[in-house]
């Protein structure tokens, strides 16, 4: 594993009418690396994704792709750079069928369409829809529609994958299920991947680190179990006092 | 198996019927074509590329004018002037989609601004003399039974194979279109342009490229229809009425599927010419009342059918195939057919 | 020099008819936040109501006139609860299409009952004039456009002052809020279309005294409506006024130093430039 941080994000900032949604916030994250993002609801992380992704330009800060500055760029600039991403409502092509989703992914790298199928049939494989291959994706359950998601921007062969709430929704088991499978892209193809996150249970199984958003700000950061342990950030999931009440 | 005949069969009758037909039904079958061809121009800027036009009367009326004046003033060959009849329209569609996308046109904004294009077309070719301005621009027409193809003059029989051959070609090239990268990205366009963007499409050149074939295409529809009707008028051509015209059969028939402009082109120009056929033989002779039909037919489809016709159908046709496919085969229909079968239904 | 001023006050008062004409498509645009297609048609229609009664009990269009909002008060409301309530809720495009076929439907039934041929109306003193010095202004536009203002003046009275304009001007600025508050804004929703149509029925009554109308004039006479509109700024009644006047005085100019076939077209290129560089138009909501 290289020491060459995936990402690299300096100070940055967002408001949204004068209210600041993402608050100078910096980290890096190493190649490889499965960083967890939590918070309560409202503490910036969708905002957060949506800067990495290019969706919304920051006010002020930078963000670096390996070496690139990405925080100009338009979301299909930064996809064709390597950074894949999902969306916390899933966005299926909804008229098209589970393959051809993929394929739309796949036609990123793989000009050809009957090279950009292949890859698309292997990860579909991959994420165990290729039974599904033909059914139009309106027709998928809420479980094979997020590993739908996940698999057509794995299909665009991202170093970097930003998972947005990928498992809400999901019962306990099919929790389990994404997260194995998570891991074993990881493993696999040392893909890197920042989770956004409420399941706690994927957050402690995926992370290797986690950073903690509360009003736009990081106010935590470390291994998932010291984080959770840390009472700033019990108090901003429980409220004020909550320390007290409960045993760390 | 049974679509194979289908289609041959349809073949063969839309080759041979025309020469039993007489001179009225004929003109209807060729009107039908001509909004079969353009409609299907415009569903590939709605149906693929999201973007609604109320103004393509200009891309048509362009290419009409242009071949028609450069014919009448030059003498220039309408095969030659078709190309940079299609590269004028291609280019001023193209630019009004990148206006649309650099000022952030949308919705009603833009459908406006396709209306304003229109409107303008039209006042500005009223005061254009090179182009018969208001008085109108007429072809020669040498009476008799022509067939010189290569000048698009002739009798309408000639004229019926153009705009067969033309339509046909239309949705060979769309249905070959959709299976390149360049057609999954339009499709994906038109499903979700936010995952579209996250998955590497770049949205302006997608929707310039969809716009500009659009009224490209738009524009050789227009053009040989000029060659056809042998008169031109800017308040007729370029009229906020046409462009209706135009958008009717794709949003009748099911906008965004291949086979959806050309059944509610098909079906109707005929009813309309019927119901004014019919008007005259009670003799009651009210302009206007085709137009009337054209809108009730659209103000119904919108409220009670708004995917359009084909769509509804398709689902019972495709199972009507599949059923005899079914009592056909041995053993169960594999998931390959049934998956081919929702394939090809997806693309058509 | 008199003449470039003739010009000039000729467009201010035809741009008060037009701006009429503008608030209603404003008012309903403001309040329901549809795109009226349909606006020229039924413009048209006002038109040809008070021609057709001019011709046949030689009544002035402007006595006519209240009568003639009376009707279009009706039918707007007719179609904004049998049919526009009903679309809502619709993706935009299907909006447009309906309201594009109900323009197409309305266009041709006029085609069908009135013929394509112009129309206006005569009154005893549809040619004389005013005179201010050496500028000559006809009795006809002078009319129109005062009856214009004062509708127009009328119409922000009711919508500031008037406890059932209040309720309209909540609706428009917070649907759920209205409902929870239990207003009816369906019934209310109707009633603006209604007020709009009744100002396309006066502004009708008073176009017929100036212009010859036919039923192709219609989709010019909708987009105008909307140029004025987005200048002036969607929901800005004042604004789409002034805007009137301002349409009014570009398309006189445009007429006289090109000819009058043109005028709109300059209308329609500043409506190109007005989407591109502001197209939130030049006033505030003031509604």
Redesign the interface.
């Known amino acids: 594993m290289s020491f060459n941080p995936v990402l690299r994000v300096e100070n940055l900032s967002k408001s949204f009418q004068g209210l600041k949604a993402v608050n100078n916030i910096s980290f890096r994250m190493r190649e490889g690396e499965i960083v967890g993002l939590i918070g309560p609801n409202g503490a910036g992380k969708t905002t957060f994704f949506n800067l990495l992704a290019g969706a919304i330009t920051p006010d002020t800060g930078k963000i670096y792709y390996f070496d690139h500055e990405i925080h100009n760029l338009k979301p299909h600039e930064i996809s064709r750079l390597g950074v894949g991403r999902t969306f916390q409502i899933v966005k299926p092509f909804k008229g098209l069928t589970t393959l051809d989703n993929v394929i739309i992914g796949a036609l990123q790298q793989h000009k050809r369409l009957n090279k950009a199928q292949k890859h698309a049939r292997d990860i579909l494989k991959m994420l165990e829809l290729d039974r599904k291959s033909h059914v139009l994706a309106e027709h998928l359950t809420l479980p094979e529609r997020k590993r739908l998601e996940v698999a057509r921007a794995l299909a665009t062969n991202p170093k970097l994958l930003l998972l947005d709430e990928v498992m809400a929704g999901l019962r306990p088991n099919e929790v389990e299920v994404m997260v194995d499978v998570l891991l074993s892209l990881n493993k696999q193809l040392g893909l890197s991947m920042v989770v956004i996150e409420h399941v706690m249970r994927a957050v402690m199984r995926l992370s290797n680190h986690v950073i903690v958003l509360n009003h736009g700000e990081k106010i935590a950061e470390g291994k998932p179990e010291t984080i959770t342990r840390d009472p700033r950030v019990i108090e901003c999931y429980l409220g004020e006092g909550a320390i007290h009440g409960c045993a760390a | 198996m049974n679509r194979i005949v289908f289609i041959a069969i349809g073949i063969l009758v839309s080759l041979l019927a025309p020469l039993f037909l007489d001179k009225y039904v004929l003109s209807i079958l060729i009107l039908s074509l001509y909004f079969a061809f353009v409609g299907q121009a415009w569903n590939l800027m709605m149906g693929f590329a999201g973007q609604l036009s109320l103004g393509h009367a200009l891309y048509v009326g362009l290419g009409a004018y242009l071949g028609a004046g450069f014919f009448v003033q030059f003498g220039l060959n309408p095969w030659l002037t078709i190309i940079f009849a299609f590269c004028a329209s291609a280019v001023l569609g193209a630019f009004i989609a990148w206006l649309g996308f650099r000022f952030a046109i949308k919705g009603v904004h833009f459908a406006l601004l396709t209306i304003a294009f229109a409107e303008s077309a039209r006042l500005i070719f009223d005061h254009l003399d090179f182009f018969g301005g208001t008085g109108g621009l007429f072809l020669p027409v040498k009476g008799g039974e022509d067939w010189n193809f290569l000048q698009l003059r002739g009798q309408p029989l000639m004229f019926y194979y153009v705009f067969l051959g033309a339509t046909a070609a239309l949705c060979l090239f769309i249905r070959s279109l959709l299976k390149t990268r360049f057609g999954y990205y339009m499709m994906a366009l038109r499903e979700d342009q936010e995952a579209a963007q996250s998955l590497g499409i770049d949205l302006l050149r997608v929707k310039i490229i969809a716009v500009a074939l659009s009224g490209g295409i738009a524009s050789i529809g227009g053009l040989l229809f000029a060659f056809y009707q042998n008169s031109l008028f800017p308040d007729h051509t370029f009229a906020m009425a046409r462009s209706i015209e135009f958008l009717m059969g794709p949003i009748v028939g099911g906008v965004g599927t291949l086979v959806g402009p050309i059944v509610g082109a098909l079906l109707l120009t005929p009813l309309g010419e019927a119901m004014t056929a019919l008007l005259d033989l009670v003799g009651l002779d009210l302009p206007g009342t085709k137009h009337l039909f054209y809108g009730l037919s659209m103000l119904l489809i919108m409220l009670y059918l708004p995917k359009g016709i084909w769509p509804f159908f398709e689902g019972y046709i495709t199972r009507l195939f599949s059923e005899k496919k079914k009592n056909n085969s041995h053993g169960d229909a594999s998931r390959g057919d049934k998956g081919k079968k929702e394939l090809a239904a997806r693309v058509v | 020099m008199t003449t470039f001023l003739s010009v000039g006050l000729n467009g201010v008062l035809i741009g008060l008819i037009y701006g009429l004409m503008a608030l209603g498509l404003s008012v309903v645009f403001g309040v329901v936040r549809v795109?009226n297609f349909a606006h020229g048609e039924m413009m048209v229609l006002a038109v040809y109501g008070a021609t057709i009664l001019n011709a046949l009990f030689r009544v002035d269009p402007i006595l006519v006139a209240p009568l003639i909002a009376l009707f279009m008060f009706f039918l707007g409301y007719g179609l904004q609860r049998g049919l526009i309530n009903?679309l809502l809720h619709?993706?935009?495009?299907?909006q447009?299409?309906?309201l594009?076929?109900?323009?197409?439907?309305l266009?041709?039934?006029?085609?069908?009952i009135f013929?394509?041929d112009a129309k206006a109306a005569t009154v005893s003193y549809s040619l004389e004039t005013f005179e201010l010095g050496t500028i000559i202004l006809d009795k006809v536009r002078v009319y129109a456009a005062l009856i214009s203002l004062v509708v127009a003046m009328a119409l922000f009275a009711f919508f500031k002052r008037t406890l059932l304009g209040k309720t309209i001007r909540a609706c428009a600025d917070n649907l759920l809020g209205a409902q929870v508050v239990g207003l009816d804004y369906k019934h209310l929703y109707a009633i603006s279309f209604g007020i709009g149509s009744a100002c396309v029925g006066v502004a009708g009554a008073l176009m017929s005294l100036v212009f010859n109308v036919t039923p192709?004039l219609a989709?010019?006479l909708t987009?105008l409506s909307?140029?004025i509109v987005?200048i002036g700024g969607l929901g800005s009644m004042g604004g789409a006024l002034v805007a009137g006047v301002f349409i009014g005085i570009v398309q006189a100019y445009a007429g006289y130093f090109t000819?009058p076939?043109?005028k709109?077209?300059f209308s329609?290129?500043l409506?190109?430039l007005v989407?591109?560089?502001r197209?939130q138009g030049f006033f505030k909501k003031a509604f």
């Open positions: 795109v009903r619709q993706a935009e495009h299907v447009f299409i309906i594009a076929a109900v323009a197409l439907i266009m041709n039934l006029q085609l069908m013929g394509p192709h989709p010019e987009l909307f140029v987005i000819t076939s043109l709109s077209l329609f290129l409506l190109i989407l591109m560089f197209p």
